[in-house]
């Protein structure tokens, strides 16, 4: 890695992230002194045979840059990039990537007490951008054998151990790592190196763990996630499981060998470099956040709340290789209910699984767009659903679920979450950065996310937050001046009560929207109905809710509150169809009402949904 | 003004149909074990090239419970040592006191052998004995390298027929084209009993009833170019979420050459079938999309005679460069499985029907229409 320059004498930037799918190449410069995003280049990532090595879907993407911008950036030696800037319109001072390419960091995780240590490794491997790809614990209702089986066939990239409070009973502990040791799973990737386990329980055990683990894997001992039964620690376990990351993982991909020497920083994981980005947002602005980054293999939720940050990655929810999984989780029948348009259960299965077998292609017709945010509504819906199981209160003793519940809606009592105090919704990721009208990504997250009350909406312009993530760690000022200049793009406000009606049409609230000492506007919101009103970019207004009897803005049902509402691209969105949103259950009745919302929020070209209405 | 680029990258690699090529087969066994062949044997589709002993399933006797003792007293009353055959009711562990009056028993629940004794839980692993697994040359062809304790990589000169989406794995038959065009559906009365042991060719989509039938017949493949999704679940008796397919318990193996729906089987596809009718071909379901893309396909193991493709073909890696001029087909609805030649690739990018901005190619296809599509949404045709 090259010596960094000063923060004040870097001109031009290069960043990349090697996606699943594609690799996204970032050009930005300082213009006029003031930081811009000048070019960005695409293509496809090139981990797999026949390629191999990810630098080449590096090249190719940065020479989408070049072409686009007459700047030369790729040596002719194809050895990295030329550093540093030579003045005109040849090299760079900076370049920094995050990947998540190779399906990331797949993690097994072990504790003792499925609801416990088990829970709380779980924490710890999803907070390290991994994928958990199964959590065993004593007591998860597996007989040992079974768990062999598991532990043999799934050929994670690393195990976390964890169980016992320190101080406690060790043989719980010592019977998981004995099956570990019977078991001996080989890594995913490389036939050559030992498997790296974290271990991170009792540490009364940690002298018989090395005896029993320490030859076979490597080993690494830190701190107890769980020292005392009310206290969880996940930072340590979280720390070892990057470090080996970088070690080992990265450097069994292939490619990233070559990689690693060309950037100016270490490779950061994707969802590492979007939660430091939104964390960031979060502190900066002093609010509670909700934030997505939806990929083409895996869904990763972030959520900073009274200063608890939680970050999940969901395997297999994404929206090309994951898209067939989403289908499966989500039912036919959830994904068809977004659908403005009549289409068989066949037609849409071949649409959805065409993807999936060409994933990195993209939809040519208005129909085909409509089908893939339908799926992304369910996708970030069921990603949610798994990021809400992981934000509950720490607790001794917990009612029993097993690892499949985790799909399933989490009671809202059970997550600390509170939808009313979520101040903002931040979108990031191919399909809702890529979004021909910011409108859709906008309908995407507030009917994958169900806002309640007062909530603003933000999105990742063009893909960039994992890059400016990255290069946060070392040019921290020119990262804010971006990500506030070039990645945010403020959508707007949604308005939108809790509570449901009995019959369509009822009031919900009457809205009266002050935008000045003179200027008002009053209406009353339908159950059922989107009304949305223009308040453009950088504009602020007053509303007032009163809602009906059936209905609650934060304060109780029939409660009025006040509140100030931001302008965007979009405008604000005042949502009377209730939460939690049920759709109508008879097609005709339903698609009648899509029609009607998608029309509201201008979704899709107005001929077209006139077009759809008839059919 | 438009500016136009003399090349560019196609998003995704083409899949590989062609009629001579040379095909390189590694073929692995999964832990050490011993190579059968030599270099420069020639071998059949059933040799078997490697074998290896994988370690029997353990089963964990809670011995310390069972009998009521601390785990670091458990070594002084087993009756077995580490290393010891057990039969299946044969005693393990034994505790008596009171001079016999009280007496307990823990058996073997299985035949196998003791593999470990632990003092710091008190459980005692037993083991199955080890089961051998055997890796098989798959092609007909000759050894060119032997990977000692591994396997062998075999080569032969072959057509070679790379589909998008397979079901079951590794099978070999007779090349048998049920249809005579190649967008005619592949329906239960144009299989018939002499299709037994054979690779059935479709057109353009196989009907469920159409599969029922080649299993009940004893056909080993279906090669067709679409089907229905859910006609596959419904065989399978379970949904696919995730492409990663090759072990699916079914008698016969599945290769899609398009997609799913139907879709008519590439123009090059079919007649590599039609020619090599007759012949014998291995053919394999495995597909894995993400992470060392595995994609299912059918070899046809020729003689030099035919094919004088040697290994050199083989190491050529495809880039998948777009030019104008270029054969491409296009792989996303509404083109869906048109072929043309690319005319240019602008530069700026474009808007489309979605009122997406995306690179674009501009393709003429086979009937003169000039169309613009993403390049995302076309695969350079390579072979």
Redesign the interface.
Known sequence: MSKLLPESEVRYILATDVG?T?TKARFFGKVNGEWRLIATG???TT?????EDVT?GVR?AV??VE??TGHKILRDDGQGMIMPYQGGKVGIDVYVSTSSA??GLQMLVMGVVKTMTAESAQKAALGAGAIVMDVLSVDDGRS??EK??ILRFLRPDMILLAGGVDGGT??HV??LA??LR?AQPKPRLGKAYKLPVVYAGNKDARS?IKE?LGEIFDLRIVDNIRPKLEVERIEPARNAILELFMEHVMAHAPGYDKLSKWVSTSIMPTPAGEFTMIATFAKLRGVNVIGVGMGG?TTNIYSVFEGRALRTVSA?IGMS??I??I???AGVENIKRWLPFEIS???L???I??K???????????E??AVEHAVAREGIRLAFNHHKFLARELKGVKRERTISDIFEEVPAEETYLDMFRIHYIVGTGGLLS?A??RNQAMMVLIDAFQPKGITRLVQDSVFMMPHLGVLSTIYPNIALELFEKECLVYLGTVVAPEGRAPDYGETVADITIIYGPKEEERFTLRFGEIRRVSLGLGKKARVIVKPSKYFNMGRGYGKAVEGEVSGGVVGVVFDGRGRPLKLPEDPATRRKMLIQWYKAMALY?EERLEEWAKS | MVRY?KRG?A???GLKVTACTYVKKERLLPLHGEVLVREGDEVDFNTVVARAYIEG????VKVAEMLGLE?DEVPRYMVKKVGDKVRKGEVLASFRAFFGLIKKEVRSPIDGYI??I?E??G?V?VKEEPKPIEVKAYIKGRVLKTIPKEGAIIGTPAAFVQG??GLSGERNGEIAVAVSRRDEVLTPDKITEEHHGKIVVGGSLVTYEAIEKAIKVGAVGIVVGGA???DLEKLLGY?????ITGREPISITIVLTE???KMSMSKRAFDIFLKYEGRKAAISGA?Q?????IRPEVVIPLDRSECPADESIAEK???GIMEPGTLVRI?????FGMIGRVVSLP??LM?????????VVEVELEDGRRVI??R??VEVLTG
């Open positions: 699943s594609t695409e293509a496809p981990v797999e045979k026949p390629f080449i190719n020479t989408e072409e686009l190779g399906g040992n054998y062999i089986q060790v043989t010592l019977e004995e099956l019977f018989k029993l293999a297999n290789y994951s067939g999984n289908l499966k989780e259960d066949k037609d299965k071949n649409i699984y065409n999936m077998i060409r994933p990195t292609t993209i939809p040519m017709t208005l085909d767009l890529r021909p009208r070209p | 680029a990258h998003y995704t690699p399933s353990p089963v964990i785990p593999d470990y632990s710091s839980t459980h692993v998008i989406f229905y999704m859910d949904p696919i979420g995730v492409a997609g799913f729906g597909t999309i993400r992470a060392g893309v890696v495809e880039e792989i996303r609805f509404p083109y530069i700026e808007k489309i029907e979605t009122e997406s901005p995306v690179r599509v993403p995302a949404n």
